[in-house]
């Protein structure tokens, strides 16, 4: 594998991300500037208010980038940014940057795919991606995958409408909790009783891998309409948020038990921002534990948006020999499998 010193840039939504990464895995910086305290006012990410500020931070945040790593733009390899999908202003910000410096420095231009990214961070550091069953969830994307090897993926089920990660915001938007609400739906609901309130879990049938989370924020809105005391009390938002969480989560969990039966392989790899959800990961590791199944997670700093991962998966398509024209466009919709 390549010894290849490389810059990764992600801004696929409101995160400007930069890492230096030496292969196989060796993280040499990882930095991230955030703007969800920008975005909160609004109760969700705006386009505009993104790339105005990816704009803001991205050369500072990869001079901080390569300071931290010790070496100077001159020592890389390649530069690698992420493609899609995402906000196509967002995209354009980081994708233009890595360009604009694979140019002038004469290196080695790749796009990547965001989700391959999460797909490969529980790995991160091997040199090989050993066949496996990945769930992907995030706030744009719920997806259940089957992982050959890098870049060799099948879709085996996916999200028809809203992701869990959105599902989780806009509940938390309902129940006036602030942005990022899925964040604060977990913590609170570790106070709360996930029996209280039963909330539906669509496309129960075991052959069906795909997701549904649109119908639990309707259900949810009408049970408040009945119930507009219910949030005002401390036990009483914890009970709705812990039954909110349970919905979302046991029906991840289940479709994953089937997913893993139907691939005849033995081995799960959890990813994407709500893999840092504790009932999410428990569950998780409980359900592993009981089939005798090997599961592999993320580190938490891992499970977000951020550019290391995005590191890892071009180390090994750099490995394969491809490269990217600096022509190539953004691809907002690019998906995988």
């Known amino acids: 594998m390549s010894a290849t010193t490389i810059l990764a840039i992600e801004s696929s939504c409101d995160e400007t ?15 991230i500037a955030s703007q969800a305290e920008l975005h909160s006012r609004f109760g969700g990410v705006v386009p505009e208010v993104a790339s105005r500020n990816h704009l803001l931070a991205i050369d500072p945040l990869v001079r901080r980038a390569l300071e931290e790593a010790g070496i100077s733009a001159n020592d890389l390899g390649a530069v690698v940014a992420t493609s899609g999908p995402g906000l196509a202003p967002a995209l354009l910000v980081g994708a233009s940057y890595a360009k604009g410096l694979s140019l002038a420095l004469g290196i080695p231009y790749l796009a990547l795919n965001h989700l391959e990214g999460h797909l490969l961070s529980p790995f991160l550091g091997s040199e090989e991606i050993p066949p496996h069953v990945a769930l992907l969830v ?117 479709k994953t038990e089937h ?40 580190s938490p700093e891992l499970s977000t948006d951020n550019a290391a991962m995005m590191a890892f998966a071009a180390v090994h398509h750099l490995a394969m020999g491809e490269r990217s024209p600096v022509i190539r466009e953004i691809s907002p919709q690019w998906q995988v499998g």
């Open 138 to 254: 995030s706030g744009g994307h719920t997806q259940l995958t089957m992982v050959r090897g890098a870049g060799d993926y099948t879709v085996m089920g996916r999200t028809l409408d809203d992701a869990a990660g959105e599902a989780f915001d806009k509940v938390a938007k309902l129940l006036g909790l602030s942005y990022p609400g899925g964040i604060e739906i977990d913590r609170l609901a570790e106070q709360g009783d996930p029996r209280a309130h039963e909330f539906p879990q669509a496309l129960p049938e075991r052959e069906n891998l795909d997701f549904s989370f649109s119908g639990l924020k309707t259900s949810v809105r009408y049970f408040l309409e009945k119930n507009p005391a219910m949030p005002k009390t401390t036990q009483g938002m914890a009970d709705i948020c812990a039954s909110v969480r349970q919905a979302i989560v046991g029906v991840l969990l289940r």
């Open 17 to 31: 991300a930069a890492a230096v990464l030496r292969p196989p895995g060796t993280i040499l910086s990882s930095l």
């Open 259 to 298: 997913a893993v039966v139907a691939s005849g392989l033995r081995r799960i790899a959890l990813s994407g921002g709500v893999a840092a959800n504790r009932a999410l990961r428990e569950g998780m590791m409980n359900l592993c534990q009981s089939k005798g199944w090997e599961l592999h997670l993320p």
